[in-house]
């Protein structure tokens, strides 16, 4: 059957992601506020006006510090996935500290949805080598992180050896599902500017033109596969400005009317592996 599906996806980080780069003076916390307060009854406004369903993306530390606006998203239908706790990556936690975040997090969601979290995404998309077997540990079903294909969710593996002076020896495979992603599938870095003492993400570009490389990521994958899967992510703070959430609209209504079929991310996982086996 042919279908050509859309994931919609939010990392709710708030203020979480400015206190893991040590930004915790009022204007980086100010950033990150716009994202409950003013972005997000936008969005959810304007998923509600489509009727679609997407998945958030929750760090825990968004949990416990917002509840009301994350049960707002709850009770809309949408997903609620696990986005680590302190949004720290988790190559730069212990293998003690990353299993204590997936579990705190995971309780928090639990608390909130009934039951914990079916998808995992890696704060800042960097795994460490514990977390494949963390996750398979704490009954995840799904990862969205990792970026070996853009329209076909995979199988992941653990085990990999990688080292510079030898070829890589890759591990075996594992029962737990990539549903990858993409820089450029992402907000981010496109739209966000951030100045420190050593580095700067210039971002700040035009959203339409962002937009049109978004939907042209989409008819490639309706021109060129019977089935398959576009993931984007956006972040609340970054997507819900005035001239950005005009765009996402425009984006919305491009891809219905191209055909996208709307989906949560664990809908779209499990329909894939309802499918015959294929892929890596």
């Known amino acids: 059957m042919t279908r050509h599906i859309v994931c919609l996806t939010f990392d709710f980080d708030a203020m979480s992601g400015w206190i893991a780069r040590g930004m915790t ?8 506020e716009f994202g409950p307060d003013v972005a997000l009854p936008r969005i959810l406004a304007l998923l509600g006006k489509y009727g679609i369903e997407s998945s958030w993306y929750v760090p825990g530390h968004t949990l416990e510090t917002y509840p009301d606006e994350c049960r707002r998203v709850f009770d809309a239908g949408h997903e609620i996935g696990h986005h680590g706790w302190t949004h720290r990556p988790p190559a730069s936690l212990s293998a003690g500290q990353e299993e204590e975040e997936l ?6 969601i639990r608390k909130l949805t009934g039951r914990y979290a079916r998808g995992y995404r890696s704060p800042s998309w960097d795994l460490s080598s514990h977390s494949v077997p963390l996750l398979l540990k704490h009954g995840f079903v799904y990862d969205s ?9 995979y199988y992941v593996r653990q085990g990999d050896v990688i080292e510079l002076e030898k070829p890589a020896a890759f591990g075996n ?4 599902l990539e549903m990858p992603i993409s820089w450029t ?14 580095w700067i993400l210039q971002g700040l570009m035009n959203a339409n033109n962002v937009a049109a490389n978004w939907v042209d990521d989409f008819m490639y994958l309706k ?3 019977d089935w398959g899967v576009v993931t984007y992510t956006f972040h609340p703070f970054v997507i819900g400005r005035g ?21 949560k991310v664990e809908d779209a996982a499990a329909e894939y592996m309802r499918r015959p086996p294929r892929g890596k």
């Open 223 to 225: 021109s060129n596969l």
């Open 103 to 108: 579990v705190r997090a995971n309780e928090q």
């Open 145 to 153: 992180t990792m970026m070996a294909d853009d329209y076909t969710p």
């Open 185 to 198: 599938l992402d907000d981010f870095p496109h739209f966000e500017f951030i100045r420190t003492p050593t």
């Open 173 to 176: 495979l594992t029962g737990l």
């Open 25 to 32: 003076s009022p204007t980086p916390v100010s950033r990150g």
């Open 243 to 263: 001239h950005r959430m005009m765009a996402l609209e425009k984006l919305v209504r491009a891809l219905k009317d191209n055909g996208a079929v709307f989906a």
